[in-house]
């Protein structure tokens, strides 16, 4: 079945939690396809010292500022501080596509676990947290150290896009295509983001045994 690709040309995306390595790999791969970038984190000048080392067509702000003013807001925050952010953040991300990419893991010596989420997985809190805002779920499995790694050209994987909008899912996959390497798939509804999240403890599993960064690849599709 052939999909019309929604056109993804100069959307900004906005990055909360965006001096993390996860927000800053992200930030970088987006401002080298040529979208306009708006780094966000408590500190804004953290955000902006962020932002000037990676160059290009980003900019750094406080997490408000970022939330209000980017047109596709993704979500790179410690587990920890996802209810509250978001909360704070609600009036600023009404009407927006929120893409949640936040795993709660715990970890002991035996390594990484998921973590329970009383509403289920963490991009369900985040669509319970924000009713006026359309949540999708992505870029749970990308690496930040290939992401930020200079002499990665292409970042070769799938990355899962699950949400209940369809029109939101499909330019979510279109965005994570703008990255090169990566395809958008679509993975189901938000009720299914649970074991997509779950499945990241899995990954950091694969990449202590040997040594990689390893990603996933859809087959079939």
């Known amino acids: 079945m052939s999909t019309v690709i929604p056109d993804v040309n100069g959307i ?7 001096t993390g390595d996860q927000g800053k790999g992200l930030a970088r791969r987006f401002a080298l396809a040529g979208n306009p970038v708006l780094i966000g984190s408590r500190d804004a000048g953290r955000a902006r ?38 909360e704070s953040l609600r009036a600023e991300l009404a009407g927006k596509i929120v893409v949640d990419c936040v795993n709660p893991l715990g970890f002991d010596k035996q390594g990484a676990y ?3 989420v009383e509403e289920g997985s963490a991009a369900q809190q985040a669509a319970a947290v924000l009713p006026d805002s359309r949540v999708v779920a992505a870029f749970h499995h990308v690496s930040a150290v290939l992401l930020l790694d200079p002499e990665v050209a292409e970042v070769e994987l799938d990355v899962l896009v699950l949400g209940d909008d369809r029109e939101a899912t499909d330019l979510v996959q279109a965005l994570a295509g703008r990255i090169a390497g990566v395809r958008g798939v679509y993975g189901g509804r938000l009720r299914n983001a649970h074991q997509v999240e779950a499945l990241t403890a899995n990954l950091i599993s694969i990449n202590r045994r040997y040594k990689a960064h390893a990603g996933f690849r859809v087959t079939d599709v």
């Open 49 to 86: 010292e962020a932002a000037q080392a990676i160059g290009g067509p980003v900019s750094g702000a406080d997490n408000a500022t970022v939330a209000a003013e980017a047109d596709v807001v993704i979500v790179a925050i410690p587990w920890e501080g996802h209810r509250a952010t978001l």
């Open 12 to 18: 900004s995306v906005g990055i909360l939690g965006g």
């Open 114 to 116: 998921a973590l329970p």
